[in-house]
């Protein structure tokens, strides 16, 4: 026992807890986050390429020429494009005179369109398909599990080079519901990427599924429903975020790899792979040809991967806490 009095013992001061602040998830993510330069200036390009597809019809107009638009005077006697970056055409003109300036600037609009329009509806069929077969189990696990099995064994860009080839005549597929064009390779991304968010979630669903905050709201009278949405599904969010930033560049890619082997979005529609598969015949006298729409993919799914990498670490909660 201590005896408190004046020349017995000095009181013992109390720590100062004003210093202390409690910081949610979203704050710790945000603390990380901002300390990842490289992350920071990823999520800068991609910004700056959402405001170029957004603003494409503006810039073109201000920057270069339309689109579609032919100028035969800027290639030699035998077809040959010869006009290269100068005042009038900023990236030269390509195979038919056609200015690559805004052919890459629409590019953009056309890959981001299909890489978001896809990655969405994969996300969402992906976390769909994952919580109905992680939380139930027995037969819907089953077959929705054997259905991932069967479909990650086919060679994606096979199986996507099929699909594509059978929607990109006469109406499309499925009576015309999906249209040949961009509303095919979105379809076509989205058939196959589904898959892996939806063995991701499963996994994660096992586990929660198993935790006391679930036993707890099925003893309160819960249904499974609510249990699914309104406690399972928020804990879902981190690698929900994580997956689509990382699967994004990637959809970006395939759409390129389809154009480029020809069966992507139509002609009449500006696309990175379809100018680098169109160029590959003049790399040797027209540099500029594959140069501009090569480095926007380039510029592109790097910065989308790391911006992905940097949402990863930040959500990580092993990340030491920025202080």
Not at 111 to 130: D, N, W
Not at 303 to 314: S, T, Y
């Amino acid at each position: 026992m201590i005896e408190r009095g004046d020349n017995l013992v000095d009181e013992i001061s109390a720590p100062d807890l004003s210093e202390i602040v409690g910081r949610g998830p979203w704050e710790l993510f945000w603390m990380r986050f901002r300390e990842d330069k490289v992350a920071l200036v990823s999520f800068g390009v991609i910004v700056a390429i959402v405001l170029v597809a957004i603003f494409a019809p503006f810039i073109v107009d201000v920057l270069g020429h339309p689109p579609n638009a032919q100028y035969p005077n800027t290639l030699n006697d035998v077809g040959t494009p010869v006009t290269g970056p100068s005042a009038d055409f900023l990236f030269g003109v390509d195979k038919v005179g056609e200015d690559v300036f805004s052919r890459v600037v629409y590019g953009a609009r056309v890959s981001l369109e299909v890489a978001l329009f896809s990655t969405a509806i994969a996300v969402f069929v992906g976390v769909i398909a994952g919580m109905v077969a992680g939380f139930y189990r027995g037969l819907a696990d089953t077959l929705i599990s054997r259905f991932i099995d069967v479909m990650l064994a086919f060679p994606v860009l096979l199986l996507a080079m099929g699909v594509a080839s059978a929607c990109a005549i006469g109406n499309g597929c499925l009576n015309g519901l999906i249209k040949p064009g961009v509303p095919t390779v979105v379809a076509v991304i989205a058939i196959i990427n589904w898959t892996y968010i939806g063995r991701i979630i499963r996994g994660q669903v096992l586990s929660l599924r198993e935790k006391e905050f679930v036993e707890a709201a099925r003893a309160s009278g819960a249904g499974d429903v609510s249990i699914l949405f309104r406690e399972i599904l928020p804990n879902l969010v981190a690698p929900i975020v994580v997956y689509t930033t990382l699967v994004i560049p990637q959809n970006i890619l395939l759409e390129a790899a389809l154009s480029y082997l020809g069966v992507g979005v139509g002609v009449q529609q500006a696309s990175w792979g379809q100018m680098i598969s169109d160029s590959t015949q003049y790399f040797n006298i027209a540099w500029w040809y594959f140069t501009f729409p090569g480095a926007a993919l380039l510029i592109t799914v790097l910065a989308f991967n790391l911006l992905g990498d940097g949402i990863r670490d930040a959500l990580d909660p092993r990340t030491v806490e920025v202080t």
